[in-house]
Each structure stands twice: as structure tokens, then as C-alpha cells.
């Protein structure tokens, strides 16, 4: 006697067959009861009548199906995963599989593939931690997250730098990327400058509490309630926020994660091996960023601002320090003795408070009632 294997729907439907054989159910309620068709029923009952209960089992049992993957495609993706994309995400690793190399199949095939070859593992789902959800800002350029990433970014190939983040909160793209020694008044600036020369001034960005944006520690008495950057985005009106959590800013330290794994691999995969090629490439990568995760603003407005004619960004993005002009016409910036030469009366300007501005070319300019002193 051979033995019948079936699922439990088809059980359900010889039990249904067995009713409407022993007149204890019309076809109709077997087909509300199945929840398939009056007309399936009738081709059903006569598959039945014909051949017994196995008339109701799937012809397509233990053959294979129709959408799966050809031994030859299935070969192909294994060699490349090994060869060049071992350590990457199914996600990620199915996206140049089907970009670069033209491969047909699923991001699930890929992920299932990987598993098998132990190049993935299922990862736990984490205890989830609720935090007060922040909603989106409606505009573009209205609040711009910025942060700095020190990581491993040309892994072996280069030492270690840090990568300055900029994102937009409304809509996820990524507006300014640079690789930098590390984080500085300057490196900022310079990234600022790009930023601004590019979009335009935006409302306001969005930090963590580095000194570099905070004065976490004012000296008493001085009345010095800015940092550099402070003050050069003040004069900007650019109005910067510092967040008190890491998970107020979580859409650039979610991003940050995303850069460290898929930049770092697709810098490996094109060689890259230095901060200048590296930054290069970075607009490239940008777009293609931009154009897979960015997301529709609630609103169509730009709260981008233009740059004013008031506005100088080489004058305003340097390092700015007040002296007091002696009665000699001189004045001591960074260990350095500098003799002011003018033709303007000298009691004029002794005693008198100028601003010395620092460049990131270490090239000086002394400024008098905001003006270069010639």
C-alpha cells in the first residue's frame, strides 16, 4: 500500500470532497468553506470522482520550482561572494551582484546562499529600547546634522582618520562628506565651506556637545561664551544645536554605522589608499547614496538661505583672537612678535583693540574696526 503525503490543506479539501460526496454539503459551501472559487470546487470534486484523494494533491510536488535559481547562477554568486564580497551584507552584497556582474536572483536567495556557505549569520534581535520618537523636520536645509567619524576608513591601506558628516534631517541625504585628520576648527570650517558654497545656508546644524561647538568649560571672568566655530556660524546666523543624547542625533549615528561598512568596502574594492583619492570619490559615492536611502520631505519648501554680500566666508571661517595694540604698534599672537606698519596717525592705534585672523594656510591678517590694517 503506498503512502499518501499531504498538506493540511489538501486535507481539508478531501474532507470537504467526502461531505459534498455524501450529499452533507453543496459545492457553494465547500467553496466558502475552502475559500476558493465554485468553479475550483467543481474541478476539484471531478479530479476526486477520477482519482481518489491523490487527484487532490499537488501536481508540482518534489519538482522543482519554476522561479529557482540555475545551478550555474547559484555557482556563479557563491565564487563571487567568497572571492570578493565575504564580509559584506546580504543586502549589500546582492546589490553588486546585480549591478556589477548581472547576476538574476533575490536579496533572500543571496541571503540564504550566504548562510549556507557561513559567510552570514542571522544576527539576534535586540532588546528594543524605546526612545521619544523625534519627527523629521519638514524642510530641506532647516536642521542639518553634523558629526565626525574616527574609523579604520582605508582599513590596512592608510593610517586611521575621521570622516565629517553631514545629513539632512528631512529628507536623509547626505550633503557634505570629507575625509580629515581629524576633527578641528578647520576641518569644519573647510566642510562648512563646502556645504554652504553647495546648498546654501541652512537654518541650522545639529551636533554633539565637542568643544569644538560648545564651550564645555568657560573660563571665569571671561566672558567667552562662544568657540570659534560658534561664532563663525553666529555671524553666519546659522544657529547650532547641541543634542544632549547620542540617540537625539540618531539619524547621523545610524549613518555613520551605514559609511563604516559600506564605504570602507567599496573604497577596498576600487582601491582606494588615501585621504585625497578618498575624497575624490566621495561625491561619486554621495550620489548613489543619496539616490538609494534618501527619502520625499514632507515639504517641497528649501530653507537653504543665499550667501549675502555681507558675507565673507575667508574672513569668517578663520580663527579670530582680540589683542590690544601696545604703545609700540605691536602685538603677540601664537608665541609670535607682530610690528604693526601703517600710515595712519600712531596714537591712533595704540591701545587700540584689533582682531587677528588666523587661516588654515597659517597665513595672518589684522583687522581694525573691520578692516585689514595696511
Not at 209 to 226: D, M
Not at 275 to 297: C, H, I, K, Q
Request: net charge positive; glycine share 6%.
Amino acid at each position: 500500500m503506498e503512502l499518501l503525503q499531504m498538506s493540511k490543506k489538501e486535507l481539508s479539501r478531501v474532507e470537504v470532497m467526502e461531505r459534498i460526496k455524501a450529499k452533507r454539503m453543496t459545492q457553494k459551501k465547500g467553496a466558502e468553506a475552502l475559500g476558493i472559487s465554485v468553479r475550483q470546487v467543481r474541478r476539484l470534486w471531478k479530479n476526486y470522482q477520477e482519482k481518489g484523494a491523490i487527484g487532490l494533491v499537488s501536481k508540482s510536488r518534489g519538482k522543482p520550482s519554476n522561479n529557482c535559481l540555475s545551478l550555474e547562477t547559484r555557482q556563479r554568486a557563491i565564487d563571487l561572494l567568497h572571492s570578493l564580497y565575504a564580509d559584506f551584507g546580504p543586502t549589500f552584497a546582492h546589490e553588486k551582484l546585480v549591478e556589477k556582474h548581472g547576476l538574476k536572483l533575490s536579496s533572500g536567495s543571496v541571503r540564504q546562499i550566504m548562510i549556507k556557505e557561513n559567510l552570514w549569520t542571522p544576527r539576534k534581535a535586540k532588546k528594543i529600547i524605546a526612545h521619544q520618537m523625534r519627527e523629521r523636520r519638514a524642510c530641506v536645509g532647516e536642521l542639518i546634522q553634523i558629526d565626525g567619524s574616527p574609523h579604520r576608513w582605508f582599513e590596512d591601506r592608510a593610517p586611521s582618520c575621521t570622516l565629517l558628516v553631514f545629513i539632512d534631517d528631512a529628507n536623509g541625504k547626505l550633503g557634505e562628506l570629507r575625509f580629515v585628520k581629524s576633527e578641528s576648527f578647520f576641518s569644519y570650517a573647510e566642510a562648512s565651506r563646502a556645504y554652504i558654497e553647495r546648498h546654501g545656508k541652512p537654518v541650522a546644524f545639529y551636533s554633539d556637545k565637542h568643544g569644538i561647538f560648545r564651550v564645555n568649560q568657560p573660563s571665569v571672568g571671561s566672558g567667552e561664551n562662544l568657540t570659534q566655530f560658534g561664532r563663525a556660524m553666529q555671524e553666519l546666523n546659522i544657529v547650532i544645536i547641541c543634542a544632549n543624547t547620542p540617540q537625539a542625533k540618531g539619524r547621523v549615528e545610524r549613518v555613520n554605522l551605514t559609511l563604516q561598512d559600506r564605504l570602507v568596502k567599496e573604497m577596498r574594492l576600487l582601491g582606494i589608499s588615501s585621504m585625497e583619492e578618498g575624497n575624490a570619490y566621495l561625491p561619486e559615492f554621495m550620489e548613489d547614496f543619496n539616490r538609494r536611502f534618501s527619502v520625499t520631505p514632507r515639504s517641497n519648501n528649501d530653507a537653504h538661505r543665499l550667501l549675502l554680500l555681507k558675507d565673507n566666508l575667508d574672513q569668517t571661517l578663520t580663527w579670530q583672537e582680540t589683542r590690544i595694540i601696545s604703545k609700540n604698534l605691536s602685538i603677540q599672537f601664537k608665541n609670535v612678535v607682530y610690528q604693526i606698519q601703517t600710515k595712519r596717525p600712531t596714537y591712533a592705534l595704540r591701545k587700540a583693540k584689533v582682531t587677528v585672523c588666523l587661516s588654515a594656510d597659517d597665513n595672518v591678517v589684522i583687522l581694525y574696526k573691520g578692516k585689514e590694517l595696511a
